[in-house]
Each structure stands twice: as C-alpha cells, then as structure tokens.
C-alpha cells in the first residue's frame, strides 16, 4: 500500500499486491497502479467488500470503492483483482454479507462493461435480496439517505454499558439529530418483512431484524437513566 520503491527490497520470485478499498476516484487508483506496475506488471489489485468493523456492512462504501477501482484495474489492464472479507474487530457480521461485493466483483470480469441494472438484476438472483434490501443493513449505522460513510454506531450503541457512560455523549448527540428510537422499529419492522417472505438469507434479515429492536430500546438507555436519576 505505501509508496516506498519496492525494486530493491522486494525478492525476484515475489509479486505485488496492491489493495485498496477507501478512496473514491478511479484517477488515484491509476496512479498508484501505474507507480506499482513499474516493479511489477503484473500487479493484482484486492479491493474489498466492507463487513468488518461492526455486525453491519458497509455496502455503499463497497459499491463505490468498487466502481472506481475495477475501472481502474480494466483501464490499466490488470488481469487478476480479487476482493476481501476482512474480520476485524470481532468479525461479527455474517459472512454472506459479502455477497453484495462479490457479485459486483464478478460483474466487473465476466462483462466487456459494468452494468449496474445487469449487477442488480444479478445480486437479486444469486442471493433473493434485490439492491435496495441489501441497503437496509447500511442504514443501521448511516441515517443519512445514501450515506458511503463508515461508521460502528451500532456497535458501541449495542455494547455501552449504561452504568458506565462510556459513550453517552456520542449517543446524545446522535439522539439530539435523529429520531433513531423511530429510526430502529421501522427497520426491524422492514427486516421482520424479509424474514417472513424466507429465503437463503432468512437468518441474516433475522440477526438485523433482532439488532433493531435491542437498538430501539437500548441505543440511549445510558442518557435515559442519568436523567431520571436527576430527575
């Protein structure tokens, strides 16, 4: 990843991998392509699919990334990309949520162009969710519409412990922006939608299902208690 001549340090027989799943402008990737295509030109690019960090992905994030690395990689003629699951941080999301990413990674090598119908069309075949349920796990941590930020809000709301306050003002803050009492039942009443229809992913729509409501009563019980206790 860093910009460090490689030339001497790197052994004859070794490849490079270059990865990259954060910025968000195909030009940069090309350069740091083009610099690491130097020393190796047959570079492989890792890009990734955001499920580590919480128990809720980031796919937004993952279809932006995505967009303007494997344009890159098609531009520069890198022939082998490959996309990560990173479990950082406790590796508390399914697994299979991944599967948005994978399919869009898929979409990029074996089509002559993106289509982003064709990719939609293909996520909602492969896994029984269309694009727009995939997105309902995103917005257990991004409030804002079409939100590619990364963020644990549900983490550190499901984890804090209310006697100890570590994170109360970060939740009263989010509280005093959103409504995320509201915010939570009407998505676990959207993913309790899901579970109902069944499917493959059924226990993945029951794990957020499940998440919401332990969010929509918990997400501020810190905050709740101190002011009763002052009260």
Known sequence: YADADLHDARPERMGIVFWNYYDEVQSWYEEKLAKRMVDDPNVVFAGGAWRWGSDVPCHR?????????????LKMNVRNVFTTLWGDD??????ETGMLGTVMFAEYNYQPEYNSAA???????????????????????????????????????????PLCGMFDEELRL?????????????????FEALCARGGAMQYINEFYATICRVLELKWNLGNRLIDAYKT
């Open 90 to 95: 406790g590796s508390e999301a399914p697994a």
């Open 174 to 190: 989010a509280g005093e922006q959103y409504d995320l009492t509201a915010h939570y039942a009407a998505l676990a009443e959207k």
């Open 61 to 73: 994030k993952t279809v932006v990334t995505t967009d303007c690395a494997l344009k890159a990689c």
């Open 119 to 161: 990719f939609e069309q293909k996520l909602a075949f492969i896994t029984g969710l269309t694009y727009e349920e995939w997105m309902l796990q995103d917005k257990i941590n991004a409030f804002e519409e079409d939100s590619d930020k990364t963020n644990t809000f549900s983490k550190y709301a499901m984890y804090s412990d």
